[in-house]
């Protein structure tokens, strides 16, 4: 009987809330279990784009509920450059600095340059709480550093969201070889603990795809009210198969793809259906031959230039074409 007054309760929940917070409430690994990402990749400032990297920097945002009152840890995977998942050119000679921020500044809807694609330094905007660089260190290799405690109350509130946000920064100082790592936002400090109603976002994702043929992997950009279309840009994709778009509308279109080191943008339109719902950019590699240590790079911004969010934790969900009334316009492709 208590069980069933829980199911009640939390349906009643759900209904008073919205779907948008509800489907908030999943962990905070970056990358999320949905998107099916091995890592993130930054390479060092003497690499060269061609491998996949245009910035050699990466911004990620994480926002705090407002009722979240704890101290909070942001864990890193195998932040070291060197031993079993990195891509090393020549030696490991590569140094990478992680920073955290909070503070004024941090928030990206209120301060543009916080977002990190703009050129310069302003990527770095807010108060540093934390930082560290990290070489070949075998200690890191495979295992976690962990940054904290954090105060909630030392990010920049965001009433949108009634979060406060911070931001973690990930530069490739020196050297020339790729750092992969992962991220995780949690409440303890030597366990990934997920934070309810917390989330991580970024404008624009540096990822490794998968070095098999069977992976699909897939990131969540979130279309908000007022969302006509997107213009899609992908980097260094090395003709390595398909990006398709999905959406409880969209059955899948597949998007222009780049080769390397150059940038292909392409628009997409954006139905009512679509808003305020996630798309789901799906990442399918070539059958004929395997392009083995893939980086690519992504981006999107709506019809008036403004960039736009990818979310780990898809707000609204993993959408699922939905070939019902009202979407029959929607052709199979063929």
């Not at 105060?151 to 530069?171: L, Q, R, T, Y």
């Not at 969010?309 to 052709?331: E, H």
Request: hydrophobic share 35%; glycine share 8%; with cysteine.
């Amino acid at each position: 009987m208590k069980f069933k007054k829980s199911i009640y309760k939390t349906l009643l929940l759900i209904l008073l809330l919205g779907f948008p917070v509800f489907f908030r409430l999943t962990g905070q690994p970056v990358p999320g279990k949905d998107e099916n990402i091995p890592f993130l990749v930054t390479f060092g400032k003497d690499g060269k784009t061609s491998w996949g990297d245009n910035c050699f920097f990466s911004v990620f945002f994480f926002s705090i509920p407002k009722d979240y009152t704890r101290p909070f840890f942001i864990r890193v995977f195998d932040p070291d450059c060197g031993g079993e998942y990195d891509e090393i050119q020549g030696d490991f000679d590569t140094k990478t600095k992680f920073s955290v921020y909070g503070g004024k500044g941090v928030d990206p809807e209120k301060n543009e340059e916080s977002r990190g694609l703009l050129k310069g330094l302003n990527y770095k905007s807010g108060n540093l709480l934390q930082s560290k660089i990290f070489g070949n260190d075998p200690q890191y290799d495979n295992n976690y550093y962990t940054f904290g405690p954090f105060n909630p109350s030392e990010g920049d509130f965001n009433a949108k969201w009634n979060s406060n946000m911070f931001k973690i920064v990930c530069e490739g100082i020196s050297g020339d070889d790729g750092n992969l790592y992962r991220y995780f936002l949690s409440s303890e400090k030597d366990n990934n603990i997920p934070i309810e109603g917390a989330n991580a976002f970024t404008y624009a994702y540096h990822f490794r795809m998968w070095n098999d043929f069977k992976s699909v992997s897939h990131i969540y950009p979130y279309i908000d009210t007022g969302i006509v279309y997107i213009r899609q840009s992908n980097f260094d994709w090395d003709d390595d198969g398909t990006i398709l778009v999905v959406s409880r509308y969209k059955q899948g279109i597949s998007v222009p793809i780049s080769d390397e080191d150059n940038w292909v943008k392409s628009n997409i339109p954006i139905e009512p259906q679509e808003v305020g719902s996630s798309l789901d950019f799906q990442f399918h590699k070539r059958q004929d031959f395997l392009v083995k240590n893939n980086n690519v790079v992504i981006e999107l911004e709506n019809q008036r230039g403004d960039a736009v969010k990818f979310f780990s934790s898809p707000i609204g969900g993993v959408p699922i074409y939905q070939a019902k009334v009202g979407y029959d316009k929607v052709k199979p492709k063929k």
